[in-house]
């Protein structure tokens, strides 16, 4: 089955930076797109940035500018590069994958990983 793991999280100061990393198995992580969310405690998930199997990159307006999404396909990671750290970054991020499939597609989440930002 497919497991993500998340490693990276931390304590930073505000305009730190911090690089939160993803490894996948038990998929072909290649043909999969990658995503993280974050989450705040009484608020929604929410999209922070994408990566598609073809290595296109999508980011939420909050985080342009700051953080870089990649991905290495010959060792089933998945990167955030946090730079420019703000407060209202704060929260539990979590990676995200989903796996083509007939019909459509698996969708799997990490277990997540906290950020906190100190101002």
């Known amino acids: 089955h497919v497991q993500l793991l998340e490693s990276g999280g931390g304590l930073v100061q505000a305009g730190g930076s911090l690089r939160l990393s993803c490894a996948a198995s038990?998929?072909?992580?290649?043909?999969?797109?990658m995503a993280w969310y974050r989450q705040v405690p009484g608020a929604q998930r929410e999209l922070v940035a994408s990566?598609?199997?073809?290595?296109?990159?999508n980011y939420a307006d909050s985080v342009k500018g700051r953080f870089t999404i990649s991905r290495d396909n010959a060792k089933d990671l998945v990167f955030l590069q946090m730079n420019s750290l703000k407060f209202e970054d704060t929260a539990v991020y979590y990676c995200?994958?989903?796996?083509?499939?007939?019909?459509?597609?698996?969708?799997?989440w990490g277990q997540g990983t906290q950020v906190t930002v100190s101002s």
């Open positions: 995200f994958a989903a796996e083509p499939a007939p019909g459509g597609a698996l969708e799997f």
């Open positions: 038990g998929t072909i992580f290649d043909r999969n797109d």
């Open positions: 990566i598609s199997r073809d290595g296109y990159a």
